[in-house]
Every structure is written in structure tokens, then in C-alpha cells.
């Protein structure tokens, strides 16, 4: 099992800034934790990748936060962040935090958090 904990999301004018954490903790049978990352869901809206990073240092964003977020990992600390400026009013969305786990029998599993909301007014 992975927990993952999330924090930072809330309320902002357009054209601001947020930074959203998340740290996982991994128990039981976890041997080690890959990608991290962060979606998103805004209402009636399928979730969608927001952008996430491997534990070698990849990352990937969406079309729609290319230039404007940005994601980084401490991996010591099984922690992502998601820098996120020049908010828009169409960021707003329940963000998720996501990990990919490999348990000590092999297998690999997706562990999502609970959700951060963020809130952009124009």
C-alpha cells in the first residue's frame, strides 16, 4: 500500500500562483515507487493528466499547462510538487496526486490521493 497525501490546493485569482505537495508513504510489501504525478477533474469532465515525472528525472506535462506548470520530485522524501503560475480560470479542477508502485512480488499498481481542490476566479 502507498498512501498518498496531498496539499496546497485552494482559492486564487486568475493570473496567480499555487504549489501543490504530495508525499507518499509506502508500507507493506512496497518495494519501490516510479512515476508521480498529479490529474485533474473538474465537473463533468473526465480526469485528465495534469503532468507527472518518473523517478529518474522524465516528466511530461499536458498541452494545456506547458510553460505554466511545473512538476518536480524529491525522491529521498517520496514527495511531488506541482508549481503551478499564470492560473486560468479553466485550472480549476479537483487535483489528484497519483504513484505507481512496485510491490516485492513484482507487480506493478496505481495509488491515488484523496484530492486537493483548486479554485481559479477571473
Known amino acids: 500500500q502507498v498512501q498518498l497525501v496531498e496539499s496546497g490546493g485552494g482559492l486564487v485569482q486568475a493570473g496567480g500562483s499555487l504549489r501543490l505537495s504530495c508525499a507518499a508513504t509506502?508500507?507493506?510489501?512496497?518495494?519501490?515507487?516510479?512515476?508521480m504525478g498529479w490529474y485533474r477533474q473538474a465537473p463533468q469532465k473526465q480526469r485528465e493528466l495534469v503532468a507527472d515525472?518518473?523517478?529518474?528525472?522524465?516528466?511530461n506535462y499536458a498541452d494545456s499547462v506547458k510553460g505554466r506548470f511545473t512538476i518536480s520530485r524529491d525522491n529521498a522524501k517520496n514527495t511531488v510538487y506541482l508549481q503551478m503560475n499564470s492560473l486560468k480560470p479553466e485550472d480549476t479542477a479537483v487535483y489528484f496526486c497519483?504513484?505507481?508502485?512496485?510491490?516485492?512480488?513484482?507487480?506493478?499498481?496505481?495509488?491515488w490521493g484523496q484530492g486537493t481542490q483548486v479554485t481559479v476566479s477571473s
Open positions: 497519483a504513484a505507481e508502485a512496485l510491490s516485492s512480488a513484482g507487480s506493478w499498481k496505481d495509488y
Open positions: 515525472a518518473t523517478s529518474g528525472g522524465s516528466t
Open positions: 509506502p508500507a507493506g510489501s512496497i518495494f519501490r515507487i516510479n512515476a
